[in-house]
């Protein structure tokens, strides 16, 4: 009982501390929330959504219909994050004539590899119905979801549909341009604490990470705008961007259907990466994806949410209530370290993630503790300076 009391008291603490925290221009005032079991804290959290197929999955080369004309399928990936969900929405196409082509358009790709290649084979042969991928649609530039995309537009002579910053990101880094490459990922960990010589090596082994998933990135596209609808299969469906886990990340909404691919914005398990990485230095992760959060406020609670990961839910209102109050608790925790002594991102990391982390995990942990002291930087609660040893630190304003 003891436990289950802890769990509710920080949660209820949370919840009270989400008005506190404003929008980009804002400043925290929640006082350090009570340390709990995150994991239950998690697990209570959960049991707030309803989880509309229960524990049903699709198998892999498979599909589930989710909604009329929207089909659920999964695909492995190489991570401690195992999967990635993908929608197969039916469509069609007016061609000059009058005549009408019916097929199916994809949204997200999966990574570029050739497990992948093969489930979506299984797809094509099994749950397409003879019909062919008129379209794919990327939410955001991250591997797991463009990964394969110039793959099937090849294999379907299909235009790829992204907004604007999403491809551009996803060529500069498939490319290794410098500055969006590997390589640049060391001096700016380094430059905010890193020291560590056998992460280091790791990381540095890691140089070309996005090319080996991402090799190619179709050299044209169709973009996606906010205010622009789609029509997919005699559906409107509405385009909304959001950023702080990526540049112009594109979910989709259709109100006819009660339905939103939520790609990363909004996943009912895990709360969203929101990053700072050496690209873009000085963003304010945290803040822009806490106002994109904003955006999804409007819509109906009962929405089905088709996340990239986990499994389609109800429950949209209670799910942002629970990210805001999940960064007011970071934030808080991160502000009360600074207190006692300056602190880097390196610092953080352990406050924030405490379990042994591997390369992969710990690019993200890295860019994820200096998203939230930066996020405390542009509110005015924090203040940095760069010590003689050339690293970066925040310290109480």
């Not at 797809?123 to 990327?138: A, C, D, M």
């Not at 591997?358 to 930087?377: I, K, T, V």
């Amino acid at each position: 009982m003891a436990g289950i009391k802890g769990v509710w008291v920080c949660f209820v603490a949370c919840l009270a501390a989400v008005g506190m925290l404003l929008p980009a221009g804002g400043r925290l005032a929640a006082p350090p929330l009570p340390c709990c079991d995150r994991k239950a804290f998690m697990n209570s959290l959960e049991s707030e959504l309803h989880y509309v197929f229960g524990d049903t999955l699709p198998a892999t080369g498979a599909t589930l219909e989710v909604a009329p004309g929207v089909r659920w399928l999964r695909m492995g990936l190489p991570f401690a994050l195992n999967h990635i969900n993908l929608w197969l929405l039916a469509d069609e196409e007016t061609a000059a004539d009058g005549s009408v082509r019916h097929g199916w358009t994809i949204v997200d790709c999966g990574i570029a590899n050739d497990a992948t290649r093969a489930a979506c084979e299984q797809v094509f042969e099994n749950e397409l119905q003879g019909l062919p991928v008129l379209r794919v649609i990327v939410t955001h530039c991250h591997p797991d979801h463009v990964g394969l995309a110039h793959w099937l537009c090849n294999r379907w002579q299909a235009p790829l549909l992204m907004t604007a910053g999403e491809y551009a990101f996803a060529r500069m880094m498939s490319a290794g341009l410098p500055g969006a490459d590997g390589p640049a990922m060391l001096p700016h960990f380094r430059q905010h604490g890193l020291t560590d010589p056998e992460m280091i090596l790791q990381l540095d082994g890691r140089r070309n990470y996005y090319p080996s998933l991402v090799p190619a990135v179709p050299i044209a596209f169709l973009r996606l705008e906010e205010t622009r609808s789609l029509q997919i299969g005699g559906h409107a469906w509405r385009v909304m961007t959001g950023t702080g886990h990526s540049i112009e990340h594109a979910a989709l909404y259709c109100e006819t259907l009660g339905v939103m691919i939520s790609g990363d914005m909004v996943l009912p398990r895990i709360s969203t990466n929101t990053s700072v990485f050496a690209v873009e230095p000085e963003s304010d992760a945290v803040g822009s994806f806490l106002d994109s959060l904003e955006k999804f406020l409007p819509l109906p609670e009962d929405t089905l949410i088709l996340p990239s990961h986990g499994k389609p839910f109800r429950g949209l209102h209670r799910r942002i209530a629970q990210l805001q109050a999940h960064h007011v608790e970071r934030l808080a925790e991160v502000r009360q370290a600074c207190t006692t002594a300056p602190r880097s991102a390196a610092d953080i990391v352990p406050l924030m993630f405490p379990r042994a982390l591997d390369a992969h995990q710990l690019s993200f942990a890295m860019g994820e503790a200096l998203a939230h002291l930066h996020r405390l930087w542009y509110a005015g609660e924090l203040v940095r300076s760069t010590g003689e040893d050339g690293v970066i630190r925040f310290s109480l304003a």
